[in-house]
Nanobody, 123 residues
Framework: QVQLVESGGGLVQAGGSLRLSCAASGRTFRPYVMGWFRQAPGKEREVVSAITWGTGNTYYADSMKGRFTISRDNAKNMVYLEMISLKPEDTAVYYC????????????????WGQGTQVTVSS
């Protein structure tokens, strides 16, 4: 019954910024963890960032180099990903996902997925 919808993707020049949003359905929506993933053509899906719903503790993949910031608005069932200093290698479809696992360590630990939003970074 949970539905996730991403938005905010688009075409941006290298060095630019984007803010992605993920809207979740349901008044009772309460995951343990919300995550952002991305998948580039010909590459495996990889985790970008994650945030615990209750405490707001965050995780970032090393390759993000501190350029990305995840946040959430529990009252609005929203999660965001602020991306700055974007690089062409950031080009991918970005997905948000919700996990009911206390400490997810794999994409299989996420139960719900959005359809993704395309981010294209040109040089």
């Amino acid at each position: 019954q949970v539905q996730l919808v991403e938005s905010g993707g688009g075409l941006v020049q290298a060095g630019g910024s984007l803010r992605l949003s993920c809207a979740a359905s349901g008044r009772t929506f309460r995951p343990y963890v919300m995550g952002w993933f991305r998948q580039a053509p010909g590459k495996e899906r990889e985790v970008v960032s994650a945030i615990t719903w209750g405490t707001g503790n965050t995780y970032y993949a090393d390759s993000m180099k501190g350029r990305f910031t995840i946040s959430r608005d529990n009252a609005k069932n929203m999660v965001y990903l602020e991306m700055i200093s974007l690089k062409p290698e950031d080009t991918a479809v970005y997905y948000c996902a919700a996990s009911n696992v206390w400490i997810p360590s794999h994409p299989k630990d996420y139960d719900y997925w959005g359809q993704g939003t395309q981010v294209t970074v040109s040089s």
